[in-house]
């Protein structure tokens, strides 16, 4: 589904993800106790998750269950109620995931980054709301979001396994029977617009932890950039494994953190690329200066020859490795439709990664990371400059 949270106005903040959760609480043909029993008499999996822009409604059954599956998935994402009664008890739930989600300060701290990046912005805010957005909504907000943004041309319907496309397709018809009447076309992607302004900003969220959990970065690349591969090398390079500069020079070098990576994520108009690492507040400012070191020699230097082989190996192993899982594969197929456009062939893929050169590298580190830098950290930070950080 192309919807996810960076549709959400101010006012509806955290209403794509309340309204995954009520979708499952019943339908005009089930309960939510039916739901769950009719999965759980075939052994089957259901769930969903939302990003900032999809939401996926997903289950797992044997082939035989695939009927199943589809009319019960279907009916969730069409037919759900939504009832005030059900709006009430799941306000409950998403509130305590997000008390949980603020006993994890080593997640918390990238919904903070998104925001040190991209200000009060949709892409800014985090997927879930806050306890305030998320008391405040009402039923008549979510019903609304829902009427106006589950609509069929904003749905893609993937599948793997051993499954048939014609059968596939015939039970997928005949679930949504008469909506898919009329001249309706599938709804284009987002367009490309202005990526959001990006500037130096410093957050800091002061909690009492045993470590400072902080993410030092600036904005990414788009889906589609012809350069994300070169950008997905450099990150392994740079902080993607035990032989990675970051990793040997915090961790194995100088003993000043257990976790430091990097991290990247994409999006229709921009993107993101940082460091995250979790350490003691006494040796802060040593990992940023540290990680600011690495970022300015690699933008200026690129990496070498080796590094980029040896970060590429990752890259061939994982996507391979996906290919086992029937999981991975569905989601392959539905991002390609509703975020990237090109579904390329594995090997498409592989050749694109292999393809990629030093120069590339190069050429994507010295315009990526010299881009302004933010800095998002939880924790107790002392008296380190943590504007400094960032000029």
Request: hydrophobic share 40%; proline share 3%; with cysteine.
């Amino acid at each position: 589904m192309g919807v996810g949270s960076r549709d959400e106005r101010a006012s509806q903040h955290g209403c794509s993800h309340f309204l995954e959760h009520l979708l499952f609480k019943g339908t005009g043909r089930r309960s939510a106790l039916e739901i769950s029993s009719v999965m759980d008499a075939v052994g089957g999996e259901m769930n969903a998750f939302t990003t900032r822009e999809a939401t996926c409604f997903h289950a797992r059954v044997l082939s035989g269950d695939l009927p199943l599956a589809v009319d019960v998935v279907t009916a969730l994402v069409t037919g759900s109620l939504v009832t005030a009664a059900d709006v009430e008890v799941e306000r409950g739930v998403i509130l305590e995931e997000l008390a949980m989600n603020d006993d994890d300060p080593d997640d918390g701290v990238h919904d903070l980054f998104a925001q040190a990046l991209w200000g009060d912005s949709a892409l800014g805010r985090t997927v879930l709301g806050t306890n305030d957005s998320i008391t405040a909504m009402t039923r008549s907000q979510i019903v609304g979001f829902y009427r106006r943004r589950y609509d069929l041309s904003r749905m893609v319907v993937t599948a793997s396994g051993d499954v048939e496309h014609d059968q596939l397709l015939a039970l997928v018809s005949a679930a949504f029977g008469a909506r898919l009447d009329g001249p309706a076309e599938p709804a284009p992607l987002r367009p490309v617009a202005p990526a959001p302004a990006v500037a130096a900003r410093v957050l800091h969220e002061q909690r009492d932890t045993e470590q400072v959990h902080v993410v030092l970065g600036t904005s990414g690349l788009r889906y589609g950039d012809p350069r994300i591969e070169a950008l997905q090398v450099l990150s392994g390079g740079l902080g993607g494994g035990m032989s990675s500069r970051l990793f040997q020079s915090v961790r194995e070098q100088r003993g000043l953190a257990y976790s430091v990576h990097t991290v990247t994520s994409s999006y229709a108009d921009t993107g993101l690329f940082g460091v995250y690492a979790g350490c003691a507040p006494a040796k802060l400012g040593q990992v940023v200066d540290l990680v600011r070191a690495e970022l300015s020699a690699v933008a200026q230097h690129g990496l070498t020859e080796e590094e980029v082989r040896r970060a590429q190996a990752p890259m061939r192993a994982s996507m391979v490795l996906d290919l086992e899982d029937s999981g991975s594969r569905m989601l392959r197929l539905g991002y390609a439709e509703l975020l990237d456009g090109e579904l390329l062939t594995i090997d498409a893929e592989l050749a694109r990664i292999e393809a990629v050169t030093p120069d590339d590298v190069r050429d994507v580190a010295a315009d990526v990371l010299t881009r302004p830098l933010s800095l998002a950290l939880i924790g107790s930070a002392g008296h380190t400059d943590l504007e400094g950080a960032v000029a």
